[in-house]
């Protein structure tokens, strides 16, 4: 009887023992196995809407007792140190006709920026409708990529007034590759971006250099980074995916993306920015 006592007592004892080591080995384990996760990679996101450059406006006075026309060209988006020129051709944008009055050049500054004027004989006065203001590649008139206007304005004044203002916003239908629209998404993940550019209204099959550059499109800058070859399809569209490598950060401002008329950028009328969009985070 004492020995089974005792026998059961000791059982009792490595029992209480037993669960005791496992509770600590259970603890133990629970403590080893806890990690940290690793940090999440931050993704900053931006985008552009690309449309049509360059637009602005121009301020016609006409003087009655000298007879003179003095046009005032405000324009933004051309091609920087550019010259183009300009005239007033009879019909609309839609429907062009012939020249009837040539204007001065139009010289942009090393932004891409043209406020300039000057004067030309007009006896009859500012017309009130039928004729529009046609601004062309240039810089001469002498191949099709020169002589392709880029933006044009209808004259409208039904009043007979002095003084017209005519927006310059687009340029004519029949001007292959300058009516583009389109968006460019970016992406920042880590050091590395991505930029997808999504374009219609392309010349069918053509070719485009594109960029990211420093500044906007209302003030041209430097190229901060080249972008792949925008190749259009038989419908005038693209889409072309660009990776760049050591990338710090997507500023809030002061980055722009533009897309070429052609990827000759050593000439004027291949340089000719056909879209370009502001870039903008979020």
């Excluded at 931050?42 to 016609?60: F, M, N, Y």
């Excluded at 629209?181 to 550019?197: D, E, I, K, P």
């Amino acid at each position: 009887m004492v020995t089974t006592s005792f026998v059961k007592r000791h059982i009792s004892v490595f029992g209480v023992l037993g669960i005791v080591a496992l509770l600590l080995l259970s603890a133990c384990s629970t403590g080893s196995t806890t990690t940290t996760p690793p940090p999440t990679s931050t993704i900053t996101t931006a985008s552009a809407t690309l449309k049509h450059v360059p637009h602005g406006t121009v301020d016609l006075d006409w003087n009655p007792s000298t007879q003179m026309l003095t046009a005032k060209f405000s324009l933004v988006g051309l091609a920087p140190k550019s010259t183009h020129p300009a005239h007033i051709h009879a019909g609309s944008c839609k429907n062009q006709g012939n020249v009837v009055y040539p204007l001065p050049n139009v010289v942009a500054d090393a932004h891409g920026v043209a406020t300039m004027s000057g004067s030309i004989s007009l006896p009859t006065g500012i017309p009130a409708t039928g004729f529009y203001v046609n601004v062309h590649n240039g810089p001469g008139l002498s191949t099709n990529d020169q002589f392709l206007p880029i933006v044009c304005g209808d004259i409208s004044n039904p009043n007979h007034a002095n003084t017209v203002q005519v927006t310059m916003q687009g340029a004519p239908p029949a001007s292959a590759g300058e009516t583009v629209s389109g968006t460019a998404h970016l992406s920042l993940s880590g050091n590395t971006l991505t930029v997808t550019l999504m374009l219609s209204g392309l010349e069918p099959n053509s070719s485009h250099a594109a960029h990211i550059h420093l500044g906007s499109c209302e003030s041209q800058g430097d190229v901060k980074y080249p972008l792949s070859t925008v190749k259009a399809d038989a419908s005038g569209k693209a889409t072309v995916t660009t990776v760049i490598s050591d990338v710090a950060s997507i500023p809030s401002t002061g980055w722009y993306v533009n897309v070429h008329h052609s990827t000759a950028l050593t000439t004027q009328t291949g340089f000719d920015p056909i879209a370009c969009g502001n870039v903008v985070l979020g």
